[in-house]
C-alpha cells in the first residue's frame, strides 16, 4: 500500500449522515474522500415505505436512494468503493487505512452505523492473531494456507476472490446477499457461524454444520465496530460520544447518524452529518491558519 496525498476530510460511510456530510464539505469547498458502498445504504435499499423524509412523503428506500444518487452526481461527488479498517490520530492529521489504501485527511466523519451483528465468540479474544477485517491487505500471509470469509455483500466477494489467487483454499460464507460472481476456487459454505476456535492463534472455525480447519478468519462486515475503528474512541451504550458538535473524544474526529445512538431515523443522520461537516469546516480552517 502507498499513502495516498492528504485530504482537507474523510468522510465514512454512505448513509443519509455521510452524503450530507459530503455535500456540505463540498459547498465548502474542501477536498475531501467518501468511502461507502455502491448500494450506500443497504437499511435504506431494505426500507419498504418512508413517510417522515421531509419533502419525500411516502417514498420508498430504493426511491430515496435514487435520488441521493442524483444528488451527488449533480455535485460531482464520488464515493471511494473501500472499507476503513483503522484510522489513528496523529496530531494535526488522521492516518486511515482501507482494505486497498492508506489516506491522510486532517479531520474526519465517522458515519458508519450501527454495525450489522454482534462479535462473534472468540472474534475479539483472537483479533490480529488469526482474524482480520480487511482480506486484501492481510491476504499475503496466508499464500498457501487455509482461510474462511464470512461475507456480509458484494466487496466481501470481490475480496474473496482475491484472496483466493494467493491461499491455497478459501471457505466464504454468505452472511448477507451478493450479486458478484465468486472465483470456482471459492467453496461456498451456507451455514450459521457459531464461532472462531483457537488457543495462541486461529485454528478453526466452528459452523452450525460442521467445522472447518483453518489458519485465518476475515470477517468482512459492511461497517466495523467503532472501538476496532478508532482505538480509544469514548463510547456511551455501545454508541460513539459525541457532543451538540457532534465532536468525539478525539480532536479532529467527528462522528453522525446511528452510530451515534437512537433513534434510528433518516432525517435525523442527515441533520447530524451536516452539523458535524461544518464543524469540521471550523476545526480544518482554525488548523490551517494556526500552521501558516
Known amino acids: ?151 456480509y455483500g458484494n466487496e466481501a466477494a470481490r475480496e474473496a476472490n482475491f484472496v483466493s489467487e494467493l491461499a491455497a483454499k478459501v471457505y466464504y460464507i454468505p452472511a448477507a446477499k451478493h450479486t458478484v460472481e465468486l472465483d470456482p476456487k471459492v467453496e461456498v459454505i451456507s451455514a450459521k457461524v457459531e464461532g472462531i476456535q483457537g488457543d495462541v492463534s486461529v485454528s478453526a472455525l466452528k459452523l452450525s454444520n460442521r467445522t472447518l480447519e483453518a489458519d485465518g478468519v476475515f470477517i468482512l462486515r459492511e461497517s466495523i465496530s467503532p472501538t476496532t475503528l478508532a482505538p480509544g474512541i469514548a463510547m456511551r451504550e455501545g454508541y460513539i460520544e459525541v457532543d451538540h458538535n457532534m465532536q468525539t473524544s478525539i480532536p479532529g474526529c467527528f462522528a453522525a447518524g446511528d452510530c451515534t445512538g437512537k433513534p434510528h431515523q433518516y432525517m435525523r443522520a442527515a441533520g447530524q452529518g451536516q452539523t458535524a461537516a461544518l464543524n469540521a469546516v471550523n476545526y480544518i480552517d482554525i488548523l490551517k491558519k494556526k500552521n501558516k
Not at 492528504?6 to 464539505?25: K, Q
Not at 430515496?64 to 472499507?83: V, Y
Request: some cysteine.
Open 1 to 151: 500500500m502507498i499513502v495516498i496525498a492528504r485530504y482537507d476530510a474523510a468522510v465514512i460511510g454512505s448513509g443519509p449522515a455521510g452524503l450530507e456530510a459530503a455535500i456540505n464539505l463540498k459547498i465548502r469547498q474542501k477536498n475531501f474522500l467518501l468511502f461507502g458502498s455502491e448500494n450506500l445504504s443497504s437499511k435504506l435499499e431494505k426500507a419498504p415505505k418512508i413517510d417522515n423524509y421531509l419533502g419525500f412523503p411516502d417514498i420508498t428506500g430504493m426511491a430515496l436512494k435514487d435520488q441521493f444518487l442524483a444528488h451527488l452526481e449533480n455535485m460531482d461527488i464520488s464515493i471511494s468503493i473501500e472499507q476503513v479498517t483503522s484510522l489513528f490520530s496523529m496530531g494535526d492529521y488522521f492516518a486511515l487505512a482501507t482494505n486497498k489504501n492508506t489516506y491522510e485527511a486532517t479531520a474526519v466523519i465517522i458515519a458508519s452505523g450501527v454495525v450489522s451483528s454482534a462479535p462473534f465468540p472468540g472474534e475479539e479474544r483472537l483479533l490480529g492473531r488469526g482474524v482480520g477485517y480487511c482480506a486484501t491487505c492481510d491476504a499475503p500471509l496466508y499464500r498457501g494456507k487455509t482461510v474462511a470469509i464470512v461475507g
